[in-house]
């Protein structure tokens, strides 16, 4: 079996140990959509140097405000009474656009391949260079590099991120019901996930654990029925109580709409979740096997898509998401359908 891709967490705490020990490579290309973790990152490298070096030896520099002479000058000059200088330059791709000026982004070629030992040089970028170009090659195969890809984590990742997060950031045991709850509320936004956790932690103060009832309390409502409840009922195939769920949701939620579009986004984060077991589980991998190739820690949380998944068969899938594409459309205008009937159509349609 091919070794399993790491996920961004993976490569976010690997890169931390690299910093925490100093075991650093002169130059790092770090890109994707995960901002959340780039940030993280961009606040780890800066602090490489301690504060009282930062002065003369630390630069933070915008690709779109700086030329490559200026920004390749900086690299190369050597550090004031210091061992190292540290020059971080966020959106790298854009260097020399706006601020006009000498040199090309393909002179950080030469530096790549001679890059100066008492700098560490961390670019950051939504994008790579193509890697047909010379200075995608450079960044890419290069020894001197660190280059890694920053994809957003798969939605299924996400209850074990809420749960690791709250303990490393917190000392709190989140309980992996609360996570998932945390999760469907939330998405899967880290920067925002993170900022809830800190506000569901910071309400349960005394105590060790964070329950399903405090995220509740601080984050969810009062009504009585959630994505949850209704992801049960559908998952269980149960029409009229799914029916039910779905009309009391709908008489408690301030715009059809936007409930209906959480809930098309939810539904989707789950059959994905589904696909990819019973995916797996067509090609014959035994359950534990792929619990390991998803990447899922928890086994309570694993063990609740198995259950899930055991439900429906690989079969049902290409259904469900045509159901979930047509009720997408449906929202956004393609249909003269009222709310209700969106929501109710497509509960029909999943259950099948």
């Known amino acids: 079996m091919a070794a399993k891709k790491k996920n961004s967490t993976d490569l976010y705490l690997e ?29 780890k490298f800066s602090a490489v140097l301690p504060p009282h070096e930062k002065d003369f030896n630390f630069d933070l520099l915008y690709g779109q405000d700086v030329t490559p ?34 040199g ?9 391949e001679n890059p100066n030992p008492t700098c560490l ?10 890697g047909n ?46 996570a998932q709850l945390l999760s469907q509320f939330v998405g899967n936004n880290l920067q925002l996930l993170s900022t809830e956790i800190d506000k ?4 349960v103060d005394t105590s060790v654990r964070v329950s399903e009832s405090d995220v509740k309390k601080i984050i969810g409502s009062y009504r009585e029925y959630t994505a949850i409840e209704l992801k049960e009922a559908l998952i269980k195939r149960d029409l009229g109580k799914a029916l039910y769920i779905s009309e009391q949701m709908l008489q408690h939620t301030k715009t059809d709409t936007g409930e209906i579009i959480r809930l098309v986004g939810f539904f989707n984060s789950v059959f994905t979740n589904i696909w990819q077991i019973r995916r797996l589980a067509e090609k014959g991998f035994a359950k534990n096997q792929i619990q390991s190739e998803l990447g899922i820690a928890s086994a309570w949380y694993f063990n609740k898509l198995w259950d899930d998944a055991s439900n429906f068969r690989y079969s049902d899938m290409p259904r469900v998401f045509e159901a979930l594409l047509d009720a997408d459309r449906s929202i956004k205008g393609f249909t003269t ?16």
């Open 15 to 43: 890169l931390v140990k690299q910093v925490e020990s100093r075991q650093l490579k002169p130059i790092y290309y770090l890109y994707g959509e995960e901002e959340f973790y780039l940030d993280q990152l961009l606040d």
């Open 69 to 102: 002479a200026k920004a390749l000058s900086i690299a190369r000059s050597y550090p004031m009474m210091a061992e190292r200088r540290v020059l971080v330059i966020r959106n790298f791709l854009q260097i020399g656009k706006g601020a006009g000026g000498e």
């Open 104 to 112: 090309s982004i393909q002179d950080f070629i030469h530096y790549i």
């Open 121 to 130: 040089l961390v670019l950051f970028d939504t994008g790579k260079p193509a």
């Open 133 to 178: 170009t010379n200075l995608g090659k450079a960044l890419s195969k290069s020894e001197n590099v660190g280059y890694h890809q920053f994809e957003a984590l798969s939605d299924y990742l996400i209850p074990d991120w809420v749960i690791a997060w709250g303990k490393s950031h917190h000392n709190k045991a989140i309980e992996p019901g609360a």
């Open 200 to 203: 569901v932690c910071t309400f």
């Open 337 to 352: 359908l009222d709310s209700t009937s969106i929501l109710f159509l497509l509960v029909k349609r999943i259950i099948g």
